[in-house]
Nanobody, 125 residues
Framework: QVQLVESGGDLVQPGGSLRLSCAAS???????IGWFRQAPGKEREGVSC????????YYGDSVKGRFTISTDNSKNTVYLQMDSLKPEDTAVYYC???????????????????WGQGTQVTVPA
C-alpha cells in the first residue's frame, strides 16, 4: 500500500525557516516526489521535485535559491528546507509521487499519481 504523509507545517515569521517532511511509503525509487502548494483562491503551484533514483532536483522560479529539496532513501522521506520565508509562501503544501522518464515536472500537477493530505505553512505579513 502506497502512502504519502506530510509534516512540519507551522506558523513562522518572515525571514524564518521551516523544514517539511514527506514520508513516502510503498514507492520504489522510480517514483519522483514533488512538492506543490496552494494558497486560498489561487491555483496549485509546483514548488520543487526530486528524482529519487539519481537525486536530480527542480525548482519553481518563486522559490529558487530559498528552498532546498532532498531525499533520504533509507528513510523513504523527502524533505523541503524552506529558508527566507515570505508572506507569499503561505499555503497548504502537498507532496505527490509520480513516475517520470527524463525528469519530474512542476508545470502540471495532474501527472502525479499519488498525493498526501497537505500541511499548512503560514508566514504572516
Amino acid at each position: 500500500q502506497v502512502q504519502l504523509v506530510e509534516s512540519g507545517g507551522d506558523l513562522v515569521q518572515p525571514g524564518g525557516s521551516l523544514r517539511l517532511s514527506c514520508a513516502a511509503s510503498g514507492f520504489t525509487l522510480y517514483y519522483a516526489i514533488g512538492w506543490f502548494r496552494q494558497a486560498p483562491g489561487k491555483e496549485r503551484e509546483g514548488v520543487s521535485c526530486i528524482m529519487r533514483r539519481d537525486g536530480t532536483t527542480y525548482y519553481g522560479d518563486s522559490v529558487k535559491g530559498r528552498f532546498t529539496i532532498s531525499t533520504d532513501n533509507s528513510k523513504n522521506t523527502v524533505y523541503l528546507q524552506m529558508d527566507s520565508l515570505k508572506p507569499e509562501d503561505t499555503a497548504v503544501y502537498y507532496c505527490a509521487a509520480g513516475r517520470f522518464v527524463s525528469g519530474c515536472v512542476l508545470e502540471t500537477s495532474s501527472v502525479y499519481d499519488y498525493w498526501g493530505q497537505g500541511t499548512q505553512v503560514t508566514v504572516p505579513a
